[in-house]
């Protein structure tokens, strides 16, 4: 077991005018599972390459527990990385694929066949040992390149998009194997996906990046409930958070025909900036209805809050939500509400909606750096 440390890892691809990946420092701790998340061409594969020994780093340095590792080739850094595309051997069986690496270390046969066989129990693979490849479904193909990977006892699984080929629900039972044997097997874990809800669910943390830049690494449930910029409350979360930028006024920020009150020194901080507006994220779930379907908090002046219309409704059965435009300061704004499922709205129906107090996140509009604790 081991940690894993990219120490300011840079990667500039020849030819390239800026770095693919531009110092990127995470440490990852022993037995671990870190996901890296970030739209297409953000550098994630880039990273995996870099501590895989497959790609060069160009500036900074990569770690395995206390091994520079940063010029070692991939043979001798101890890990084993799991493929999009499987890269399985078609000639071969199962078993020949799974213990391949092993017999080309010079492992012996006995062995190989004992870690192989232990391997395919684990991931009940066993009645599929002496099939070829191409006689298996997606499913068991995937598990075939995680048994690949588990017989090596690597300090280090590496893992890019291993559950892209499956279809939706196989995808999700396989997150869920992937992660629960992990946990099992306590190997420190770097993952690559592009599919936030993944990186949400497997993850012990997750790392966000953007354009070659580390954005955040956090717990799943931190970078939820405290995104550090823009770019991650946007990313993370589905459907995504509400971000409306509002101008500041006295006391708060003005929100359809009512203030609302959120972190004053958020707001404080951006006026000192020079700034005219925030942007104020809300997620769907945090919307209290004040008039219209289900409404709790019907004032004797009227609705007061934001007028949401209801444009289009996607029931849940336990909750549903409702995408709906507003005016805000003038212009027009599409805006996403939960609500639940026996609250259901019709179409072209107005709502009246406040942001819950203490459930509002404050960016700074020029920087999309938060402002809120
Ligand atoms: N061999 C290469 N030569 C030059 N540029 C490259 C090379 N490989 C990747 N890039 C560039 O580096 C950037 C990061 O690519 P990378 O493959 O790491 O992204 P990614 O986050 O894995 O994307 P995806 O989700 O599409 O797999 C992209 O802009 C890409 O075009
Ligand atoms: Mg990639």
């Known amino acids: 077991m081991a940690t894993v440390t990219f120490d300011k890892a840079t990667r500039i691809y020849p030819g390239g005018d800026k770095p693919a990946v531009d110092g990127l420092d995470i440490e990852v701790g022993d037995g671990e599972f870190l996901v890296l998340v970030g739209p297409s061409g953000c550098g994630k594969s880039t990273s995996l390459r870099m501590l895989a020994g497959l790609e060069d780093v160009n500036a900074g340095a990569i770690r395995i527990g206390e091994r520079d590792v940063t010029h070692l080739p991939p043979k001798d850094r101890d890990i084993a990385m799991v493929f999009q595309n499987y890269a399985l051997y078609p000639h071969m069986t199962v078993a020949d694929n799974m213990g391949f690496a092993l017999k080309i270390a010079g492992v012996n046969k006995a062995d190989i066949r004992k870690r192989v066989e232990e391997a395919a129990k684990i991931l009940d693979l066993t009645d599929y040992l002496a099939r070829k490849p191409k006689a298996l479904s997606g499913g068991q193909r995937q598990r075939v390149a995680m048994g690949r990977a588990i017989v090596r006892e690597p300090q280090v699984f590496l893992m890019d998009e291993p559950l892209s080929n ?69 990313f993370i979360g589905s459907p995504a958070m509400n971000l409306v930028e509002v101008p500041i006024t006295d006391g708060g920020v003005k929100f359809g025909n009512s203030v609302v009150n959120v972190a004053r020194d ?108």
């Open 166 to 234: 499956l279809d939706a629900k196989l995808r999700v039972q396989t997150r869920t194997q992937i992660a629960s044997l992990q946990r099992r097997l306590g190997v420190t874990t770097v993952y690559v996906t592009h599919d936030q809800v993944e990186a949400m669910t497997m993850g012990d943390r997750v790392a966000v990046l953007k354009d070659g830049l580390l954005q955040q690494v956090d717990s799943p449930r931190n970078m939820y409930d405290r995104p550090a910029n823009l770019f991650v409350a946007g």
């Open 266 to 373: 958020a707001v404080q901080a951006a006026a000192d900036k020079g700034d005219k507006t925030v942007t104020v994220g809300v997620r769907p779930e945090h919307f209290d209805i004040t008039s219209g379907s289900g409404a709790s908090g019907l004032s004797k002046e009227g609705p007061e809050g934001l007028a949401v219309t209801v444009n289009v409704v996607e029931e849940l059965g336990a909750d549903g939500y409702v995408y709906g435009s507003a005016e805000v300061n003038g212009e027009h704004k599409d805006l996403v509400l939960r609500v639940g499922g026996r609250e259901i709205p019709e179409k072209g129906a107005v709502l009246h909606v406040v942001p819950r107090s203490g459930e509002t996140h404050v960016f700074a509009t020029s920087t999309g750096e938060r402002l809120s604790d």
